[in-house]
């Protein structure tokens, strides 16, 4: 299994935050907002159950890549179709988009998102999507 296809869970009985590895540009939102639920020297590094389900609600909606979401016990994903598409550029670093948009890959494979953090360094290895490099190459702009 590619890194692009695995997806990992992780409830509070109430709430399963949903981690996409391949999305994530490790922009440490998570772990600065929530410290006692996010934890990347432990495995495993997500530990739902120490937060309520509003301030994983309100963390995760945070998440600059969409690269965490959730879902709520017998409801589907919280990945709201917005009516407008905001475009954030993030200094030194990846464009930012939230909002209804659908992205067609090289492959012709569509997929809906409310948010996404795209490449501006040409170094992801992720591409279009940002994977952290712009931070190892030292990209400024």
Known sequence: MS??????????????????????????VCVSKLPNVY????????TAENATTDELKAQIDKCPSGALSYIMKNDKANDEINS???????????????GSMEITDSNGKKE?????????????ANKPYCDGSHVKIGFKG
């Open 84 to 98: 407008s598409t905001l475009v954030n550029v993030a200094e030194n670093g990846p464009l930012i988009i939230s």
């Open 39 to 46: 934890d990347p020297n432990k495995k495993p590094w997500i």
């Open 3 to 28: 890194q692009k296809e695995i997806t990992k869970e992780y409830s509070n009985g109430e709430l399963t935050v949903v981690w996409k590895p391949a999305k994530c540009i490790h922009a440490k």
């Open 112 to 124: 809906m998102k409310s948010k996404a953090a795209f490449c501006r360094c040409g170094a992801s």
